[in-house]
Nanobody, 119 residues
Framework: QVQLVESGGGLVQAGGSLRLTCTAS????????MGWYRQAPGKQRELVAT???????DYADSVKGRFTISGDNAKNTVYLQMNSLKPDDTAVYYC?????????????WGQGTQVTVSS
């Protein structure tokens, strides 16, 4: 199974932007879907966005119109472009593989990358 490594997190002011990158150790083209999740302190991990191997995307209502998920199969990489960031977006962001999509049962997780949005 592929290993996933996230990068791109950091500290940004409200209204700013960040791009997260998830790099896989192997091919992701055969995985049904990839997803980005996040977990804020004291809260459950929640799904932020998904992208299928056919490039169909879906988003949580809280990030629609602000976040964009994309993938590059040639680079075995998935991105999460985050614009108009809000303090409520502060969380650890995780990349996950979803081989049973649309069943949301991640088979692999990355180690996470911290995103902090200051007001």
């Amino acid at each position: 199974q592929v290993q996933l490594v996230e990068s791109g997190g950091g500290l940004v002011q409200a209204g700013g932007s960040l791009r997260l990158t998830c790099t896989a150790s192997g091919s992701i083209s055969s995985i049904r879907a990839m997803g980005w999740y996040r977990q804020a302190p004291g809260k459950q991990r929640e799904l932020v966005a998904t992208i299928t191997n056919g490039a169909r995307t879906d988003y949580a209502d809280s990030v629609k119109g602000r976040f964009t998920i994309s993938g590059d199969n040639a680079k075995n990489t998935v991105y999460l472009q985050m614009n108009s960031l809000k303090p409520d977006d502060t969380a650890v962001y995780y990349c996950a593989s979803l081989p049973l999509f649309p069943i949301l049962s991640p088979s692999r997780w990355g180690q996470g990358t911290q995103v902090t949005v200051s007001s």
